[in-house]
T-cell receptor
Framework: GAVVSQHPSRVICKSGTSVKIECRSL??????MFWYRQFPKKSLMLMAT?????????EQGVEKDKFLINHASLTLSTLTVTSAHPEDSSFYIC??????????????FGPGTRLLVL | AQKVTQAQTEISVVEKEDVTLDCVYE???????LFWYKQPPSGELVFLIR??????QNEISGRYSWNFQKSTSSFNFTITASQVVDSAVYFC???????????FGAGTRLTVKP
């Protein structure tokens, strides 16, 4: 089956620092990757959609300069939380799918990254 | 835009009871996909099922079964003879065919007590 990994699984950082989270599709080429955010006891909220080689499309209300997304290859997307603050503490989940622009393909989810900003 | 409603915030049952988790959705598309995911305390989403809008057959997988009814825009999930290990948050989600966005319901927290 399709496997998606995330690194790190957990990160604690000081306020004001930047944190990079990696999302990798291990056994397939992901033309599209998605980043979700989940607050405690809440649902997953889509932050942005990224297609390999192009700029990410952000959902309304998500700050592009705050959450930098790069999808440089068909197996790797990164989310960088810039100048992190305590309110950015959350569970970040990525997913990957094979298709882009055609009939929807299943999204395969990574295990998530817990970010705690002190 | 699509929308998924899971009206049950929390459900608590005793082991071996059957439990049904409700999911109601809204979409303007005629082609779409419905999903159920399980999220245990570890946080990792566990895929349970994907169903496309043209397949209304009910599905059974072990103790799990799903009832898809387009007439009521519902995709309910039943766990038969629940077990403590079934305790988790369950999410229903919808994705429209030509739009890769997946929208999740608010989730239902299921607690199965021994």
């Amino acid at each position: 089956g399709a496997v998606v990994s995330q690194h790190p699984s957990r990160v604690i950082c000081k306020s004001g620092t930047s944190v990079k989270i990696e999302c990798r599709s291990l056994d397939f080429q992901a033309t599209t990757m998605f980043w979700y955010r989940q607050f405690p006891k809440k649902s997953l909220m889509l932050m942005a959609t990224s297609n390999e080689g192009s700029k990410a499309t952000y959902e309304q209300g998500v700050e592009k300069d705050k959450f930098l997304i790069n999808h440089a290859s068909l197996t790797l997307s990164t989310l960088t939380v810039t100048s992190a603050h305590p309110e950015d503490s959350s569970f970040y989940i990525c997913s990957a799918s094979r298709a882009s622009g055609s009939l929807q393909e299943t999204q395969y989810f990574g295990p998530g990254t817990r970010l705690l900003v002190l | 835009a699509q929308k998924v409603t899971q009206a049950q915030t929390e459900i608590s049952v005793v082991e071996k009871e059957d439990v049904t988790l409700d999911c109601v959705y809204e979409t303007r598309d005629t082609t779409y996909y419905l999903f159920w995911y399980k999220q245990p305390p570890s946080g990792e989403l566990v895929f349970l099922i994907r169903r496309n809008s043209f397949d209304e057959q009910n599905e059974i997988s072990g103790r799990y079964s799903w009832n898809f009814q387009k007439s009521t825009s519902s995709f309910n999930f039943t766990i038969t003879a629940s077990q403590v290990v079934d305790s988790a948050v369950y999410f229903c989600a919808l994705s429209e065919a030509y739009n890769n966005d997946m929208r999740f319901g608010a989730g239902t927290r299921l607690t199965v007590k021994p």
